[in-house]
């Protein structure tokens, strides 16, 4: 696979994400994991018909196993 002609908004966005990188990754954060794709495509179309977005799942079901694992305590 052959690169991309620069060009210069190319150059842009090159030089703006090498000073802001370090910046974005202690501001967020990423788990990177994989399922399989029948369980994605589910969870997927459960948020889309539900109007939830993905950091909403994330949040919702940590606080959900925090209270489970203290009610286990």
């Known amino acids: 696979m052959e690169k991309k002609e620069d060009t210069p908004i190319r150059v842009a966005r090159r030089k703006y994400e090498a000073k802001v990188k370090d910046k974005r990754k202690a501001k ?3 788990f990177g994991t994989m399922i399989p794709r029948d369980l994605f495509e589910e969870i997927n179309a459960f ?8 950091v909403t799942l994330i949040r919702e079901g940590y ?3 925090k209270e489970k694992v203290k009610d286990n305590k």
């Open 28 to 30: 967020s954060g990423n």
């Open 47 to 54: 948020l889309a018909e539900n109007n939830i977005t993905k």
């Open 63 to 65: 606080e959900a196993l």
